[in-house]
């Protein structure tokens, strides 16, 4: 009943920058939050960045200052700009979205990108 695509992922070199994009679609009667999420190799998945409601945003230490999430609501798209970006930041990024539907309040989760910071 609700998709979460993402885009935008690849191969970078440190420093450099990318842009994730992830739209949501379906029955789709109100976004809440959304948000990114990331699992590195060998790590737990972390909480990125991520947006509730007309808020500006709230970031994990380690990506504040190079990171920027956006939300386009008319869309049901939110984007996640990735500057300076470290060997670190390798990870499968995933698209995290609380949307009302007709069935209810849910909890959706995109099928992730890979983000690979390497020289």
């Known amino acids: 009943q609700v998709q979460l695509v993402e885009s935008g992922g690849g191969l970078v070199q440190p420093g450099g920058s990318l842009r994730l994009s992830c739209a949501a679609s379906?029955?789709?009667?109100?976004?809440?939050?959304m948000g990114w999420y990331r699992r590195a190799p060998g790590k737990q998945r972390e909480l990125v960045a991520r947006?509730?409601?007309?808020?500006?945003?709230n970031y994990a230490d380690s990506v504040k200052d190079r990171f920027t999430i956006s939300r386009d609501n008319a869309k049901n798209t939110v984007y996640l700009q990735m500057n300076s970006l470290k060997s670190e930041d390798t990870a499968v990024y995933y698209c995290?979205?609380?949307?009302?539907?007709?069935?209810?309040?849910?909890?959706?989760w995109g099928q992730g990108t890979q983000v690979t910071v390497s020289s």
């Open positions: 995290h979205a609380t949307i009302t539907t007709r069935m209810g309040f849910g909890d959706y």
């Open positions: 379906g029955s789709i009667i109100s976004t809440h939050s």
């Open positions: 947006m509730t409601g007309g808020d500006s945003g």
